[in-house]
């Protein structure tokens, strides 16, 4: 079959949401510290709120906290142009800088959310327009992104499908879905994408350690969008591998570097390992967005680190009063092990530097565009 040839559906969820022009508007993220349990609505009118969101993992994904980064630019702008009315250009955009810098800075592994931030800034750089008109742009912007986003998993789900067509089995770790982007998600697009094309599937969610977003929230869309699916420990992942009931494994990615090492949610690295040492293919979907040509390796992307609160991040109930901790979010899986590479521009298969130049190309056209419509 073709990527044309299949059927796609609508998100099961779509967790942000602008309503209204840069003048009135606001933000609305579905709270995802509170799912599957409450689907409860945050409501922002200021970048503070919003960059606290992503920091606490109520909007998470590399897509999507890319997406709200963009919005958070646009409530930031608004609050300076309300603050100081009377200011010139230059000063207005020597603070929109200013305010911008701890919305890029929220959260360090993801490349969607700087990159974001950084283009929208150069976008604001570049029009000779007045501050208001500035602001107004900053929306249009972050509109185009979230366009953008929406189409390109649209494109995954089809290219993905293709690429998978015939298997029926699927692992996945962490969660990829609707709930990180503006679409269908990206890992599991393709899933979507099988499943309202006819074809039987089954998919298995690590439950995705410590934060659960496999068990909490992939089980949430999966079962939402009909999926017949399981929940798995992440411990029993390499021997399900091993037993020849996987056709495929499929996750996301936070950050694909240059050289297509692959920065995912911690515990990738072993499934993929896992996958290669039993021969099932592993296959990373992953927008545009989320390539960084300007990182070489995976040794040189920053791994959140959740230490501060390391007792309860790790097992609330049980743990010592004195414990330490080791609590990475990311790590890193090397190239050598990813089978294709999945984007709106379609398939890689065995990717290295050579094959992935012209989509690294492409993505810092998309990251260095002066106009919002990308
Ligand atoms: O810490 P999170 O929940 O924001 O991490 C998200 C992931 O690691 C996802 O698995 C993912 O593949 C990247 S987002 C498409």
């Not at 998993?153 to 990829?176: I, K, P, S």
């Not at 309202?196 to 995705?208: C, F, K, L, M, R």
């Not at 992440?234 to 399900?240: I, M, P």
């Amino acid at each position: 079959m073709q990527p044309a040839d299949f059927t796609v559906p609508e998100p099961p969820v779509s967790p942000l949401r602008w309503s209204g022009s840069w003048r009135d508007g606001h933000l609305r993220l579905l709270d995802q510290t509170r799912l599957p349990r409450h689907e409860t609505w945050l409501e922002h009118r200021t970048a503070a709120g919003v960059i606290d969101d992503i920091q606490r993992l109520a909007v998470r994904g590399a897509p999507a906290i890319g997406i709200a980064g963009a919005y958070a630019l646009v409530l930031a702008a608004r609050a300076v142009l309300e603050a100081f009315p009377a200011m010139s250009r230059p000063e207005f955009l020597e603070q929109l800088a200013e305010v911008a810098q701890p919305i890029a800075d929220a959260r360090p592994t993801a490349v969607n959310l700087p990159a974001a931030v950084a283009r929208h800034l150069e976008l604001a750089n570049a029009s000779p327009d007045a501050p208001e008109q500035i602001v107004a742009g900053l929306l249009e912007a972050a509109q185009a992104l979230d366009a953008y986003e929406k189409d390109a998993c649209e494109a995954m789900g089809r290219h993905g499908a293709a690429w998978l067509f015939g298997r029926t089995r699927f692992l996945t770790h962490c969660n990829a879905g609707s709930l990180v982007t503006s679409g269908i998600g990206t890992a599991l697009a393709p899933f979507y994408v099988l499943h309202a094309s006819g074809q039987a599937i089954h998919v298995t969610a690590d439950e995705s350690r410590p934060l659960l977003q496999g068990l909490r929230l992939t089980a949430y869309e999966l079962a939402k969008a009909g999926v017949p699916y399981a929940v798995q420990a992440d411990s029993a992942a390499a021997g399900l591998l091993r037993s020849g009931k996987i056709d495929a494994v499929v996750t996301g990615a936070d950050r694909i570097c240059a050289n297509g090492d692959v920065v995912n949610k911690v515990g990738t690295y072993g499934v993929a390992l896992a996958a290669r040492s039993n021969g099932v293919p592993y296959v990373v979907a992953a927008p545009l967005s989320t390539l960084d040509a300007n990182t070489a390796t995976g040794d040189d992307v920053a791994i959140e680190d959740r230490p501060a609160d390391a007792r309860a991040y790790l097992a609330p109930e049980t743990a010592p009063a004195d414990l330490v901790a080791h609590a990475p979010a990311f790590d890193v899986t090397p190239a050598a092990l990813v089978s294709a590479f999945v984007s709106e521009a379609g398939v890689i298969e065995q990717p290295d530097r050579r094959l992935l130049a012209p989509w690294l190309a492409r993505a810092e056209a998309l990251q260095t565009r002066t106009d919002p419509g990308r």
